[in-house]
């Protein structure tokens, strides 16, 4: 054989080259300095979901050349959680049977990536799905063999709002719209004893249980405090709950004057923790320095001024977790949704028995729907705690419908609502134009059952 030397000098140039380059890139995205821009190595535009993130390569990229193994083992290390508790409907192990060997050869959905390509904003849907819209087509062709109802359905529908998601189907399942079958329409469960909105946990501790006043303050005499600042702090839980000024503000002996979020973290750990994972914390939680509202993508009033930290939403020293609730809110968010939401039924209940005192609120927050007060277990004990990742609630919609809607609606009358683009937008202000068939669906099939016509296991 003939060695064409040239061509050889040529391929060693090249393989140093990328090794060189590859090297420079490898480096430049583990780069932990975050003053170097790594953005001009992407190869596209971030995900919605991630962007915030994006300048934190090694999040997801935890080694350079990192195979598809690492990067799952980085999807799963932040998003395990959620998927479990929400009992994903298609965990990798129902891929694992060797059976579904075809299946995989045509869509690997063993892997995220599959899925939920990055940087490839041209075929990047909503939730960064990066599929076609009718790819549950691929493994459940026979859906229409075995289910008569869903003989004339598009595969393109099936997703659609109210009837499966590929993940999270927990309000969807057949088994739980027969159990809500008979809800009524519209305040159904309100006998139920309501949430009080003003319910908060509080610790037990003796360390705790003191209450304080301005003549208790601890704060050294050389530092000035306005009166303002000690008659808020004199209202707040904290004062009467024993937190005095220098559990705050003193660090190794010495005053701070803006405590920082490790010091709200170190009393405040579940809170910070579902911060850090949601949309407003997600850049601290890998430490970035604090989102400002001129990142957004979406439209927020005053750009450029605020950071996003505990103390963006528990502005002064009161701790008011009212003004948190929808105050705060929208001192950034003006969408039509959020506009819209002082003219909602809701508002105008929450009002109502905020004046007439009442214990049990009927009336909603905007934090009652995006950041829910949760039952949470902490060292054995139950703790009622506000959700701080407002994402737990919020796509697919249908996540509401157990953490909120069905504390006061129907299953079938909240579905319905969450299924209409319009009502979302003027934050719920009248009736769906949406029915849910997936109801009369189930119907017919308990019907069926009943009469031994189909068994329970039947696909
Ligand atoms: C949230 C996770 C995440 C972050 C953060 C992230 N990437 Fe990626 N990146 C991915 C995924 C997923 C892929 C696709 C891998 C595949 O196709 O198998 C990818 C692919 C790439 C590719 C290969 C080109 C391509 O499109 O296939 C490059 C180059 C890249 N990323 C650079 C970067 C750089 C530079 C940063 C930081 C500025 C970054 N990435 C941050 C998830 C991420
Ligand atoms: C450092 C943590 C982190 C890593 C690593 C990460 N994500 Fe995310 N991801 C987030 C956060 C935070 C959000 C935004 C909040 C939310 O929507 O849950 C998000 C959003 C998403 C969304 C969009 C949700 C929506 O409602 O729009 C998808 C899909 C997703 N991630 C999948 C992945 C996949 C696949 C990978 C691996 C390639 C990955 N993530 C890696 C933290 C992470
Ligand atoms: C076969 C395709 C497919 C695969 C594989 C896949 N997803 Fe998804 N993912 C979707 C679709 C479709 C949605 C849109 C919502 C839905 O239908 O559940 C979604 C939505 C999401 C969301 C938004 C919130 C939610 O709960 O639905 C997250 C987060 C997410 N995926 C993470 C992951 C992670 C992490 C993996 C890997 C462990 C993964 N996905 C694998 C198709 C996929
Ligand atoms: C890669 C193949 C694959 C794709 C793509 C896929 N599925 Fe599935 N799906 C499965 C398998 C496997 C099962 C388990 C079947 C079983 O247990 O009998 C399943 C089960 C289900 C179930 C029953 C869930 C349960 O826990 O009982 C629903 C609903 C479902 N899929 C809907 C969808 C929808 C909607 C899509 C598209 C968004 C989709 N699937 C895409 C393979 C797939
Ligand atoms: C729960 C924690 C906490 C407690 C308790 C607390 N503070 Fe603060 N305080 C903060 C934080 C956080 C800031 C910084 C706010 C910022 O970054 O603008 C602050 C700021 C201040 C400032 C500076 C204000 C400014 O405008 O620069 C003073 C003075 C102050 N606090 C005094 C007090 C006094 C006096 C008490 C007790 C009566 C007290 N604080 C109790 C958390 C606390
Ligand atoms: C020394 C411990 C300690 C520190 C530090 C601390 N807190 Fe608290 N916080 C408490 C206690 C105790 C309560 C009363 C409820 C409870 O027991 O959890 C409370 C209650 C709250 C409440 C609820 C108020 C209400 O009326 O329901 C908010 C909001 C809050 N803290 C925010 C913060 C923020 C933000 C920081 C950081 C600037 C912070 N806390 C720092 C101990 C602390
Ligand atoms: C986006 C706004 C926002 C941010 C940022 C925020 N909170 Fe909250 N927080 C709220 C709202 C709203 C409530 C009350 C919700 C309700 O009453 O239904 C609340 C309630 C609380 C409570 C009392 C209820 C409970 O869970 O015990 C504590 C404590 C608390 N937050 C701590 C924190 C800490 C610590 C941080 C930072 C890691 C933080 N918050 C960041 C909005 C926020
Ligand atoms: C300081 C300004 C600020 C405050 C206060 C604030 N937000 Fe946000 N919010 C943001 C920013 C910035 C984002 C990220 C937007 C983006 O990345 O495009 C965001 C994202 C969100 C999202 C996710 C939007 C999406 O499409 O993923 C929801 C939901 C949300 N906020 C609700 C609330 C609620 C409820 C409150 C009050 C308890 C609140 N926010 C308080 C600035 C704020
Ligand atoms: C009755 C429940 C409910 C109330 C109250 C509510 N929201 Fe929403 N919000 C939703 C639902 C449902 C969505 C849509 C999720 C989806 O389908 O994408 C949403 C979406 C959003 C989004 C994301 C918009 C986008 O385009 O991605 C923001 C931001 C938001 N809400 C902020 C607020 C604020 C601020 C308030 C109070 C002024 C509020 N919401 C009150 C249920 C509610
Ligand atoms: C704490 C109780 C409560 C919760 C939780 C709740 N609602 Fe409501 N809802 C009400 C009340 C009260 C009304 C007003 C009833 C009236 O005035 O006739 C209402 C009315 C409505 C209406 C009709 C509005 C109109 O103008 O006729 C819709 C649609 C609606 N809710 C949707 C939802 C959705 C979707 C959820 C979950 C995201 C939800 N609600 C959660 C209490 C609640």
């Known amino acids: 054989m003939k060695i064409n030397t040239k061509k050889t000098v040529w391929w060693f140039v090249w393989i140093v080259l990328s090794l060189m380059l590859s090297g420079y890139y490898g480096n430049a995205l583990l780069s932990t300095d975050i003053s170097t821009d790594k953005s001009v190595y992407l190869s596209g535009k971030t995900t919605d979901g991630h962007y915030q993130i994006e300048l934190k390569c090694d999040s997801c990229h935890t080694e350079a050349f990192a195979g598809k193994e ?127 909105l003003k319910e908060h946990f509080v610790r037990q501790d003796e360390k705790y249980s003191q209450t304080l006043s301005a003549d208790n303050i601890d704060m050294p005499p050389e530092i000035s405090a306005n009166k303002a600042i000690v008659h808020e702090w004199e209202k707040s839980t904290h004062a009467k709950s024993g937190v005095n000024c220098s559990a705050c503000h003193v660090s190794k002996g010495e005053w701070i004057f803006k405590p920082t979020i490790s010091v709200c973290k170190s009393c405040h750990e579940p809170e910070s923790k579902s911060f850090f994972a949601s949309k407003h914390g997600m850049r601290l939680g890998v430490e970035l320095p604090a989102m400002k509202v001129s990142d957004a993508r979406i439209d927020l009033k005053n750009p450029d001024k605020k950071i996003l930290t505990c103390n963006t939403c528990h502005t002064d020293h009161s701790y008011n977790t009212e003004k948190a609730a929808i105050d705060a809110c929208l001192g950034c968010h003006q969408d039509e949704h959020s506009k819209a939401f002082r003219k909602s039924k809701h508002f105008a209940a929450y009002q109502a028995a905020k004046y007439n005192k009442a214990e049990n609120n009927t009336g909603l927050t905007c934090a009652s729907c995006h950041m829910p007060r949760l039952e949470h277990r902490e060292l054995g004990e139950k703790r009622i705690l506000v959700d701080h990742n407002q994402s737990n609630t919020l796509r697919p919609n249908e996540k509401m419908v157990r953490a909120v809607c069905l504390n006061c609606h129907g299953l079938k009358f909240s579905l319905e609502a969450l299924a209409d683009s319009k009502l979302i937008k003027n934050n719920f202000n009248g009736s769906s134009r949406f029915e849910n068939e997936g109801f009369a669906m189930a119907k017919k099939r308990e019907e069926l059952k009943r009469l031994g016509l189909i068994k329970d296991d039947d696909d």
Do not use: W
């Open 70 to 196: 690492l990067l799952q083992k980085a999807c799963l290390n932040c998003h395990k959680d959620e998927l479990k508790k929400v009992e994903d409907s298609h965990p990798k192990s129902k891929f694992t049977d060797p059976r579904n060997a075809d299946i995989l050869e045509i869509l690997d959905a063993r892997y995220c990536v599959t899925c939920h390509i990055e940087h490839r904003s041209e075929k990047t849907r909503l939730m960064g799905v990066t599929m076609p819209e009718d790819y549950c087509f691929l493994c459940h062709q026979d859906v229409g063999k075995n289910r008569p109802s869903h003989k004339e359905l598009g595969f393109e529908t099936c997703d659609d709002a109210g009837c499966h998601n590929y993940h999270d189907n927990k309000a969807l399942y057949e088994d739980f719209l027969v159990k809500h079958m008979d809800d009524k329409s519209m305040l159904e469960i309100m006998a139920l004893p309501q949430r009080n």
